[in-house]
Nanobody, 122 residues
Framework: QVQLVESGGGLVQAGRSLRLSCVVS????????MGWYRQAPGKQRESVAT???????NYADSVKGRFTISRDNAKNTVNLLMNSLKPEDTAVYYC????????????????WGQGTQVTVSS
């Protein structure tokens, strides 16, 4: 059974930093893209940052220059370093991974973490 477990959320003042981590566990063959998404109250879930298996990254315009996504393929982890946080960054942050279960699999499956709350006070 594949599980994604996030950590690192919390309450922080505007301008400060937080680091989110997510580890993928279970019997898997490989992981394609990984990413972080967020959902604020009353809003749809949106992509924050994604990273491919070979390290190519993509960021939402609202976080470019402030957030950095990284991954450790040996440890099946993805991290999100969030600097210069703003109150509008307040949301539940979800980890996502496209996981290939077997070497013979035709493609990957999408898995989600349970979410971690990030609250930025002004």
């Amino acid at each position: 059974q594949v599980q994604l477990v996030e950590s690192g959320g919390g309450l922080v003042q505007a301008g400060r930093s937080l680091r989110l981590s997510c580890v993928v566990s279970g019997s898997i063959f490989s992981i394609n893209a990984m990413g972080w998404y967020r959902q604020a109250p009353g809003k749809q879930r949106e992509s924050v940052a994604t990273i491919t298996s070979d390290g190519r990254t993509n960021y939402a315009d609202s976080v470019k220059g402030r957030f950095t996504i990284s991954r450790d393929n040996a440890k099946n982890t993805v991290n999100l370093l969030m600097n210069s946080l703003k109150p509008e960054d307040t949301a539940v942050y979800y980890c996502n991974a496209n996981v290939v279960l077997h070497w013979y699999s035709g493609g990957g499956y999408e898995y989600w973490g349970q979410g971690t709350q990030v609250t930025v006070s002004s």
